[in-house]
RNA sequence: GGCGAUGUAGCUCAGCUGGUUAGAGCACACGGCUCAUAUCCGUGUUGUCCGGGGUUCAAGUCCCUGCAUCGCCA
């Protein structure tokens, strides 16, 4: 059986964050579950690098668009490795073969008639860069810019999806595991009622040449999502390759609550008018708080993951993450819980009861793997229970329920760690005529030590390695020839290695053993931690910080929201700086204004408008107040 | 405004089609062990299961209503 797992493809106007990186750990792990189930699988993930967005941060950031994104993807490229993530494929859409099929799949659904020109007249707000509706009008304004849109018409290629929406409302009703989980199935479903309009896919060379040209009138490329869906295909070669054959339409994508709505609505559609089957499933997950807050740019706890894989390795950030989240739930994430599933569920469970067992065969089976005699009641119920893990684990991770497939684990781990005092092997070491029963308890302990590397591997896949190189393993992993009890042979050599997991202090250090040779200082100060900041900074800290002035020269209510300002700022390239100061000022008293911003600030979406930079301002007793220079400078100056 | 989700111990959460004294992990307290990464094991404390009303022999679990938070849509 075939399965192929993919990732979005994240778009390019941000680095990788937490959330980046969630989705691409679920589809990793489930990647090589499904390897070491035995199943012919495929992973891929990579980056969506065309659109305006693009170009604005490209300007922002002062270079070309294809710099720019080859910038940003390659962080994405390199962001996966160090997290024990293998992509088979990290698909760009600017690669030449991508434009090349979505030009051709274009082309082919122009033909068959789903794709039509049509003049398309409405309310454009400049500012919002798009068609307003009237009922989002309030006074006859652009509820976000005050200002009146401007009637305009403009001719555009729409893709006939309404002419599909029976069909998908079938398939979805059809196949209850196409959508998961519920809820979110139940919200397309529930969207669905509504008649369904068609998709605009194109956009004038006029206003946006970085895309794909459309085949068949170059004077507009085509928008965002019918070039960036298309990557799911494409990647595997379609049309014509073996890997198409092979991996279509067993695929299975993994998203964001985000973007639910072109993957549960526009592709399959987009892919019952090219004439391909619908993808297998979509799992949908929900999204990372930061301590009880959403991640934000401008509140300034965006978590990147290689900071957290510098302090913690590669597996505990997975386990981590993979144990925090229900999935399709939304997840708090805090250096505390992490640092306490670091020390209890890693160190102190798993890591101690590795350690223990271990020295024990040491000291009591001279390093190498008793024979096991016959099973005591007590021998037998652990063993059951790590046999029965296997199968739970399965299940579990069949379902991406991967919490309750860590559950199921730890289980094992506790009984384990129970076993082990309830048959206090030091007590049977002290009499020799218990040697067959000491030998029989050791025994137990590393088959079911054996047991749980085979379902770790998929989710700590450094961690089971080391587990199985002390326990002189050295096959790879397959759940289904070696999810039995009693395979490990008699007689090989156990190797006691380093601690699995160290326990850390508060700071997310190492602790110092007390007896251990020297502590490797080495890097005591490496980088600043990534949400701690108790105390000094360094200058080289500091000069990370771009500071410039810049002059406001515009500023409105973002609507729904009383305390977002959105301001366009002269620094001296535009910029648009949401704000949080509208309770403290009106839009009018700040407009030629001089403050001092963050100019390399990660942009972030604040109600619907993506900042790029902060604003610097004084929070006293009374209120907040802009930060300023005394007197006039030229736009753009650096503040040190 | 419409639709929907959620609200259970200090924290994070389990509790399926209603059924005996409401659970787990973390944290906390005490006790035990010594193989182990000051680890492990045992015992224990805390809950108006969001508020109010209703159905039922019986409701955290069903119905109505209110409040709070969140999501989708408009």
Redesign the pocket.
Known sequence: MSFYITTPIFYVNAKPHLGHAYSTIVADTICRFKRICAEDSRFQTGTDEHGDKIVEAATGAGVSPKEYVDRISGMFRAAWPPLSIEPDNFIRTTDQEHIQVVQSILQDVYDKGDIYFSEYSGLYCNGCERFL?E?ELVDGNCPDHQKPPAPISEQNYFFRMSKYQDWLIDHIKNNPEFITPE?YR???L??LK?PL?DLCISRPTSRLTWGIPLPFDTNFVTYVWFDALINYITGIGYPDKDLFARYWPAAEHIIA??I??PHAIFWPTMLQSIGIAPYKRLHVHG?WNIN?T?MSKTIGNVVRPGELVDEFGADTVRYFLLR???FG????FSTE?LL?RQ??????????????????V???AGNQTPKQGNLSESDQELADAAVAMIEEFKAQMNGFAF??AL?AV??V??????Y???N????L?KDPTNAERLATVLYTLLETLRLLALCLAAVMPGTAVKMNASLGIDTGPDLLQQGRWGLLEPGCAITVGE?????MDKKGKK?E???QDKPQEGKKQKKSESVDTDGMISFDDFTKLDLRVAEIVAAEKIK?SDRLLKLTLKAPEERTVVAGIAEHYGPEEIIGKQVIIVANLKPAKLMGVTSHGMVLAAKGEEGLVLSSVSRPVSNGSKVS
């Open positions: 509706t009922k809820r139940n919200e397309v529930s969207f509504e309009e609550k985000d639910l709505k999204y009880e959403k925090e989240m229900s739930l939304d997840a708090s819980s306490a020390n209890s569920d890693l160190a102190n469970d798993l890591g101690n009861l590795f350690s223990r067992s271990l020295t024990m040491a000291r009591f919490h309750k559950q730890w289980a781990i506790g009984r384990a760690n129970r082990i005092v309830e206090a092997p030091w007590e070491a601690a699995l997991f160290p326990r602790k053993k007390k007896k729904k």
